[in-house]
Nanobody, 122 residues
Framework: QVQLVESGGDLVQPGGSLRLSCAAS????????MAWYRQAPGKQRELVAD???????NYADSVKGRFTISRDNAKNTVYLQMNSLNSEDTAVYYC????????????????WGQGTQVTVSS
């Protein structure tokens, strides 16, 4: 079994910063793409950023230049550094990882974290 646990969500003032973390545990052979999504009230879940196993990154236009995704493969952890936060960043943030559990063919699945609340408000 594989479990993703997120942390770091909080209430922050506009212009502030937060760092989210998501750690995977369980039966893991390797982790491919790691990603952060978010879902604001009344809106669909959207991709915020992702990072490949090789370190290539991709960002939503709305967060480019403000957010940075990174990963620590030794710790099976992905991070999201969020700077210059504004009210439109308020949402529940979810991590997702594409994980190979064993060496057996096709033993690769997407796993989601439980979500962490980020609220930007004065």
């Amino acid at each position: 079994q594989v479990q993703l646990v997120e942390s770091g969500g909080d209430l922050v003032q506009p212009g502030g910063s937060l760092r989210l973390s998501c750690a995977a545990s369980g039966t893991i052979s390797s982790i491919y793409t790691m990603a952060w999504y978010r879902q604001a009230p009344g809106k669909q879940r959207e991709l915020v950023a992702d990072i490949s196993s090789g370190g290539s990154t991709n960002y939503a236009d709305s967060v480019k230049g403000r957010f940075t995704i990174s990963r620590d493969n030794a710790k099976n952890t992905v991070y999201l550094q969020m700077n210059s936060l504004n009210s439109e960043d308020t949402a529940v943030y979810y991590c997702k990882m594409n994980i190979r559990r064993t060496i057996y063919f096709n033993d690769v699945y997407d796993y989601w974290g439980q979500g962490t609340q980020v609220t930007v408000s004065s």
